[in-house]
């Protein structure tokens, strides 16, 4: 699994288990042994998991799931509002939980795919002013920065010197 690591305060993976227990409920839909578990390695992870990443970590476990629970889990977790889904344009989904800061935006690496979580009152400013000299009225954003990370800039370095 690549990603940065933002652990969830502790105890919220529990709050929002709690949540998801009561959604299922509300809206008369069982709560099985293998959507409390997709969820809850969703809701510890504090990183932006694929479908693939949370199958890997049930095998880990012992866990036999099949994907398309997993995505149906998934599905079910943004249908809700506990999950986001995020399109990083690796050729998949990406998932993380709902909670959180509201507005933050991602920087890419295009090397290793790390995700790097930000949020910037600058751009918020800039957000703003660009809007209103428009008479525009945003309801979302979703700011995407590729580029590479420290550790694969220094490798590209390295490469490039030894390349001479």
Do not use: W
Not at 30 to 45: K, M, Y
């Amino acid at each position: 699994m690549r990603g940065v690591e933002t652990r969830p305060p502790l105890g919220c993976a529990a709050v929002m288990l709690g949540v998801f227990r009561a959604v299922l409920q509300e809206h008369h839909l069982p709560l099985t042994q293998q959507r409390e578990a997709i969820a809850q390695i969703l809701f510890e992870s504090g990183r932006h998991l694929s479908a693939e990443d949370i199958v890997e970590t049930l095998r880990e476990r012992g866990e036999g799931v099949g994907k398309a629970t997993v995505y149906r889990t998934l599905n079910l977790l943004v249908q809700v509002g506990l999950a986001l889904e995020h399109d990083f344009d690796e050729g998949f989904k990406r998932y993380e939980m709902s909670a959180g800061p509201s507005r933050h935006d991602h920087l890419i690496c295009t090397s290793c795919g790390a995700v790097v979580e930000f949020q910037s009152s600058d751009l918020d400013t800039l957000q703003a002013a660009v809007a209103d000299s428009h008479g525009f009225h945003i309801l979302t954003r979703q700011v995407k920065l590729y580029g590479l990370c420290p550790v694969c800039e220094e490798s590209a370095d390295a490469e490039l010197l030894t390349a001479r």
